[in-house]
């Protein structure tokens, strides 16, 4: 008789999900599912909204990374209204999402998917937390991660108006600069996270690193997939959060793609399954062969391993160190052991606290040169940036006045999706043997997930057509007496 393990929450994300492991007769996992069930629907709502609102409305997609799709709307807006904003304005932005990518990263270092390396991936559930981080690494480390996030936080308050739905980016550049008087306040702050990103890689050297069980943990098969990559690089196929063209290499690390984010219809395809609400992008031109990996199947992974295997190098010379040891210790590019995302989120932290520091003392950063008025009609916008958890694209298209008739999101957790429910079935089939399992091997079968950082709020949309619907009708002893659904 089949049995099934149900995983109902998952813990330490953002957003909404459940695993769903199926037994054989001889309690080994035959197929374990990572089920989305929530629904946001974002692409067909905003249907009808003026064009110029997007930057505000699809910030509330997530509580996490407003930011991101802030910037990814507002830069959609540019391409739509075909203005490029001023300089000054260009350099304001990525200063911006440099110090949220920053804080960003830290809150999944050191509380997300921290915990489960920081306290342990068998400790107790009720230690696998924040709490449990600082008792193992002390309260003068907790407070210097709270102290470094919210200064910086602060300051995007400032810039940005708001932190968690900001309402500053428009078509052509942005509403606000900084003053002469301010900048030093964000140079403080910047060089202070320069410190704060080089003393978590040494956190994680020291506790990660430095214990053989977790890097032979990282190192298992348990945990690898052998996909495509994608990420942002620029002119000089280097990493970039907030511009330049997308680029894919294949799982050998050979260049499969560089293109503008204006051509992504001809690379990117979109995948559904009727057991959840996410979608599986994949690669149009290697086609969609099912939840396997290698040169043949067209699955990609973004985020920061990927991002790191995308690009040739990082401009910044602290980051540049930490990405050569990388690649040094791990064997070489690529990297294909889904754990190492961890490090690797410390290695883009460097970059964002050194780029932040580089853009604040850049001599244009307090200009009030700061927008271009659009003179154009609207007809067709796509915007991308690097968020937290990968590729973000906008996609919008308006008729002559600026309505939206068309939007189309590819989420970073979306562009995960397809890797990520193979890694989750991966660990569980590796993990669970002869249905021996306790509550350590559940969390380690959730760690599969949660080194990619997935937002699930942000990752579920709706394609064209009828959404599908399952709802269970129980009685009180939680017995299914009746199903209804508008889907075969």
């Not at 953002?14 to 946001?40: C, M, Q, T, Y």
């Not at 030093?184 to 702050?189: D, L, R």
């Not at 600026?402 to 979306?414: D, E, F, P, R, W």
């Given at each position: 008789m089949q049995h099934k393990i149900t995983i109902d929450p998952i813990t330490r994300l953002?957003?909404?999900?459940?695993?769903?492991?199926?037994?054989?007769?001889?309690?080994?996992?035959?197929?374990?599912?990572?089920?989305?069930?929530?629904?946001?629907g974002f692409e067909i709502f905003v249907k009808g909204k003026p064009a110029e609102d997007m930057p505000i409305i699809t910030a509330r997609i997530c509580g996490v990374c407003p930011t991101a799709h802030h910037m990814a709307s507002t830069k959609a807006l540019d391409d739509l209204y075909k203005v490029q904003p001023p300089s000054p304005a260009k350099k304001l932005r990525e200063m911006l999402y440099n110090m949220f990518m920053l804080e960003d990263h830290a809150l999944h270092v050191y509380i997300l998917g921290g915990p489960d390396f920081i306290v342990g991936p068998k400790a107790k559930k009720a230690e696998r937390n924040v709490l449990g981080v600082i008792q193992k690494v002390g309260l003068e480390v907790g407070k210097k991660v709270i102290s470094v996030r919210r200064e910086i936080r602060e300051l995007m308050t400032l810039l940005a108006g708001k932190v968690i739905h900001p309402a500053w980016g428009v078509p052509g550049g942005v509403t606000r600069g900084i003053k002469k008087e301010e900048v030093?306040?964000?140079?403080?702050?910047a060089e202070k996270g320069v410190e704060f990103a080089l003393f978590t890689l040494k956190v994680f050297k020291d506790i990660v690193l430095s214990n053989k069980e977790y890097v032979d943990l990282i190192l298992?098969?348990?945990?690898?997939h052998r996909t495509y990559y994608m990420g942002l690089v620029d002119e000089n196929k280097k990493l970039n959060f907030y511009d330049g063209k997308i680029r894919v290499v294949d799982p050998e690390g050979k260049e499969y793609a560089l293109f503008d984010v204006r051509n992504y219809r001809e690379y990117i395809a979109e995948h559904v399954e009727n057991w959840t609400y996410i979608k599986f992008p994949f690669l149009k031109k290697v086609g969609w062969k099912g939840f396997v990996d290698g040169k043949d199947s067209g699955i990609y992974s973004v985020a920061p391993l990927a991002r790191l295997n995308a690009c040739e190098g990082i401009s910044t010379p602290r980051a540049q160190e930490a990405y050569e040891e990388f690649y040094k210790t791990l064997g070489g590019k690529p990297v294909h052991h889904t754990l190492a995302n961890h490090w690797a989120r410390v290695v883009e932290m460097i970059y964002a606290a050194e780029r932040f520091l580089e853009l604040a003392k850049d001599p244009e950063i307090t200009s009030d040169n700061i927008r271009n008025i659009p003179t154009e009609t609207p007809t067709v916008g796509i915007g991308v940036v690097e968020a937290p958890r990968g590729t973000l694209i906008h996609h919008y298209e308006t008729d002559e006045r600026?309505?939206?008739?068309?939007?189309?999101?590819?989420?970073?957790?979306?562009n995960n999706s397809a890797r990520i429910s193979m890694s989750i079935d991966k660990a569980a089939k590796s993990l669970i043997k002869e249905g021996k399992y306790d509550e350590g091997i559940l969390n380690m079968v959730e760690m599969a997930f949660r080194a990619y950082d997935p937002c699930h709020a942000c990752g579920t949309h709706s394609l064209p057509g009828n959404i599908p619907v399952l709802i269970n009708i129980r009685n009180k002893n939680g017995e299914i007496i009746k199903t209804i659904k508008n889907f075969e």
């Open positions: 953002e957003g909404h999900g459940k695993i769903e492991i199926f037994l054989d007769e001889k309690g080994n996992v035959e197929r374990a599912f990572l089920v989305v069930p929530e629904l946001r030093v306040n964000f140079i403080k702050v298992s098969d348990a945990y690898t600026g309505y939206i008739t068309k939007a189309n999101l590819i989420v970073a957790t979306q």
